[in-house]
């Protein structure tokens, strides 16, 4: 008997399947989960269990064996020139956050360049696999908008979903702020009180439209809005989108919080797993009540551009970002930056009662555009953002991707 057969016979061996071309190995559970290379194909990827020691792959092919359903916890650790799903090509990495990396893609059939969102390996044994099917029926819902990033297409590859967006050529707020040295800064102060009023007058508009599709973001921040070269600005990662769980009632009463750490962590409430960030957290979020939704959003708003107007974020939990307003002002931190109506925005806007802010983005983009106005000396002159009419075409293209999701098709009423 061969050492691989001896393997095999092993009480604690089982089986796993590489994602790409289903060569099926004898695992061994000797070793952390270990990124491995399928020696058929190349591809690379880990291999994940929900026990403390995830197995490490043997390079013993087995052929005979049906690899449909041995593939288990397996995902893919992408590199540049791999090719992802028979149609695209991985040109290179994007970014990572807590619970997702992006890629940028090539649509190889239409010659197009996408963006690919995936979970990452270690988050697939922490949440439920529902979290990431309703996130992507999310992306789904809204209509093209100029102040949303477009979702082409949603697959599922080995029961995981993968999003697919459009590439956008810019960059996003926390880069262009660079902690208060970035070219957001550049020109005068009245300059660039401008521009950053042009940024986030955008990004409530792209805000009052997913709310009116019943859409909550629940995790906006300067990582997630994006700027094109030409000053366009677009809500990026749609983050949570309401798909996530939130507390109950019962586990409301009590306001204990567990941070993991680090930016888009989940956060334990009172028991009760949320998933954000907590810089950016409303205290109705922070407090585990069970009534957020757009308030939140509302408030990580006034977060996000309060940073980027003071150029640093002067607040650790965002349910005390008030206060440390108050504070900063009274030490006379940078206040040029904030003409008095824009001062008066972010008061009211961080007010400590939710009936006390603004109640909709859509007065908070009218707001922003008045106090453009008195800072100009002119008008708000970039047109009102609409969503695009969805046509026959695109909601077939989309009713796809839900049933692919297990999700009914979209009413040719909405979006």
Not at 233 to 260: C, F, N, Q, R, W
Request: charge should be negative; proline fraction near 8%; aromatic fraction near 8%.
């Amino acid at each position: 008997m061969t050492q691989d057969d001896r393997l095999a016979a092993a009480p604690d061996a089982h089986h796993a399947a590489c994602p790409g071309c289903g060569t099926v190995y004898y695992l061994r559970p000797t070793d952390l989960g270990l990124r491995s290379v399928c020696r058929k194909c190349g591809l690379a990827f880990y291999l994940l269990s929900p026990s403390a020691n995830p197995p490490t792959i043997v390079l013993q092919e087995d052929p005979g064996e049906d690899a449909a359903h041995l593939v288990g916890h397996l995902w893919l650790d992408l590199r540049p020139g791999q090719i992802l799903d028979g149609d695209f090509l991985v040109l290179r990495p994007l970014g990572q956050g807590g619970l997702s990396q992006i890629f940028q893609v090539r649509d190889l059939r239409r010659d197009l360049d996408l963006a690919v969102k995936l979970p990452l390996a270690a988050i697939l044994d922490r949440l439920p696999r529902e979290v990431f099917l309703n996130e992507a029926a999310a992306w789904l819902k809204p209509a093209r908008h100029p102040n949303l990033v477009a979702c082409d297409q949603v697959r599922l590859y080995h029961g995981q979903p993968m999003i697919f967006m459009e590439y956008i050529q810019g960059q996003d707020l926390s880069r262009l702020a660079a902690g208060g040295r970035g070219v957001l800064y550049q020109g005068t102060l009245r300059t660039s009180c401008l521009n950053l009023l042009d940024i986030f007058i955008q990004v409530a508009r792209g805000l009052q439209y997913a709310h009116s599709l019943g859409l909550n973001h629940l995790d906006l921040k300067p990582r997630n809005v994006l700027v094109e070269n030409n000053g366009q600005a677009l809500i990026g990662d749609y983050g949570p989108l309401g798909g996530y769980p939130k507390p109950s009632p019962e586990t409301a009463e009590t306001h204990d919080m567990e941070v993991d750490g680090g930016e888009n962590q989940e956060t334990r409430i009172s028991g009760t797993r949320l998933l954000g960030t907590p810089q950016y957290f409303s205290p109705e979020v922070a407090a585990g009540r069970p009534d957020f939704g757009r308030a939140a959003d509302l408030w990580a708003l006034a977060l996000t551009a309060l940073e980027c107007f003071l150029g640093r974020r002067p607040w650790e939990v965002g349910s005390m970002a008030g206060l440390a307003l108050s504070q900063y002002l009274a030490e006379g931190g940078r206040p040029t930056y904030l003409p008095p109506g824009l001062k008066e925005y972010f008061r009211q806007a961080l007010a400590p009662q939710p009936g006390d802010r603004f109640q909709d983005a859509e007065s908070v983009a009218a707001r922003l555009a008045e106090i453009y106005e008195e800072v100009a000396g002119r008008p708000y002159s970039r047109p009102e953002a609409r969503a695009a009419e969805e046509t026959p075409e695109r909601l077939a293209e989309k009713n796809a991707s839900f049933r692919a999701l297990g999700r009914p098709d979209l009413s040719r009423t909405e979006g």
